[in-house]
């Protein structure tokens, strides 16, 4: 053998690194998969954009501060649809990038105000959450887009320069609250309007104008309880800076309420909706049982799989020293050879051998007091259908299964335990 032990080998990293390291990977994803299922919800909405989340000068957000101040119960709502609401009123604030299809999906029992946009705004690279005006949106068929399926033709107009316009009831016309009685609301100043924005066109029937006569807020005739607010600066942070502004917004919307339930402002135009997905499903009850089932199933495999197949071994020698080594190549040669059931009537013979010596049978009576022994000791096999068994030895299960006939009958015989 070699006077030399051989260094042992160090792993590469401990079990405990590789565990903490397995722990931080299947947290980190699992993680990452939950907050990319809900991340449209867990959005704050501080974008700068036109709806009730966005804080900048065309947000609606100071208008939910408003209300919420008057008392007036307000909801901002992700969900898709709004059939449901128990509100009295529903607000929605579509963009230019919207069409008449995403306002009717949006469409409710109850009364519905959509708030028209009017400015372009671009992101405030110096503060986040602002806004910087960019001008009117170019886009002249944005009323005709929006308002398509609500009436025939509509048509948006803008006032040149910044006015304190006075809106009233509209002349002429009986204007009446969505439950029926009329609408109880007297002249409204506002405070200082960049380039008020009204609407005309086929199908619409005034209830608040300016005092040129120019529609403000207007009622459609093709849908019940369905009104558009002209101008957004009426009702956005920008326009609310103003308590004149203020006081006119929260009329307007006390006239449409028709109870004392609350206000609903929509955020799903604006792409902060609640969707429904395969991600979300799986992660709420009660497909969520089943998902955790699964996880646990894949954490017990992979620690079935570390537990039972542990680290590599290291490599060993090409030939083995020693007497072992000798055994070893010995079998070997045998097995190359073919020569197992030859090895049959030697080992029958070790073991007479060794069960004579054991048992004090001299070995020169032919067997005779072996054969009295096995009498006494009735073994299961005799000593003579072992032979014959032996000598029918042809393949190595035939071998196997005679040398245990034969360690048995050993046994039997020695009365040995081992």
Excluded at 20 to 44: D, I, K, Q
Aim: net charge positive.
């Amino acid at each position: 053998m070699s006077a030399e032990a051989a260094a042992p080998r160090l792993p590469t990293f401990s079990p405990k690194a590789m565990l903490a390291l397995v722990f931080t990977a299947v947290f980190a994803f699992a993680a990452f998969a939950v907050l990319s299922t809900y991340a449209p919800e867990l959005r704050a909405g501080e974008d700068g954009g036109a709806h009730a989340l966005s804080r900048s000068a065309v947000g609606f957000a100071g208008a939910v501060a408003l209300l919420k101040a008057e008392g007036t119960p307000v909801l901002v709502s992700r969900a898709p649809d709004m059939r449901g609401t128990a509100a009295s009123l529903v607000v929605l604030t579509p963009g230019p990038e919207n069409d008449a299809d995403n306002l009717n999906r949006l469409s409710s029992r109850k009364v519905t105000l959509i708030v028209l946009p009017k400015w372009a705004a671009a992101p405030d690279p110096l503060r986040p959450g602002w806004v910087r005006k960019v001008g009117l949106i170019p886009d002249k068929e944005v009323a005709g887009r929006l308002l398509s399926r609500l009436a025939k033709a509509s048509v948006l107009a803008t006032r040149t320069g910044v006015a304190r316009p006075v809106l009233k009831l509209a002349k002429g016309v009986a204007a009446t609250t969505p439950d029926g009685a009329p609408m109880a609301v007297g002249p409204l100043r506002t405070g200082p309007i960049d380039r008020l924005q009204t609407l005309s066109g086929e199908g619409w029937s005034p209830i608040l104008t300016d005092e040129y006569g120019r529609i403000v807020l207007a009622a459609s005739q093709a849908q019940a309880k369905t009104y558009v607010l002209a101008d957004p600066d009426l009702l956005n942070t920008q326009g609310l800076a103003s308590l004149d502004t203020a006081r006119a917004a929260s009329a307007i919307v006390e006239a449409l309420r028709s109870d004392d339930r609350g206000v609903v402002f929509d955020v799903t135009l604006s792409g902060f909706g609640r969707s429904r997905s395969l991600g979300k499903l799986m992660l709420e009850p009660p497909i969520l049982g089943g998902t955790l089932c699964v996880v646990a199933a894949a954490l017990l495999m992979g620690f079935h799989a570390l537990v039972r197949f542990g680290p590599t071994p290291p490599p060993g020698r090409a030939f083995a020293l020693g007497g072992a080594g000798l055994v070893e190549s010995s079998a070997g040669l045998i097995r190359m050879g073919r020569k197992e059931a030859e090895l049959a009537q030697p080992y029958a013979a070790l073991i007479e051998s060794l069960t004579a010596q054991a048992t004090g049978a001299a070995r020169g009576d032919d067997g005779e007091r072996l054969d009295q022994l096995e009498r006494l000791r009735r073994t299961t096999s005799s000593r003579r259908e072992l032979a014959q068994a032996t000598a029918a030895v042809k393949t190595p299960a035939d071998l196997l299964a005679v040398a245990r006939r034969w360690r048995l009958w050993r046994l039997e015989m020695t009365r040995d335990r081992r």
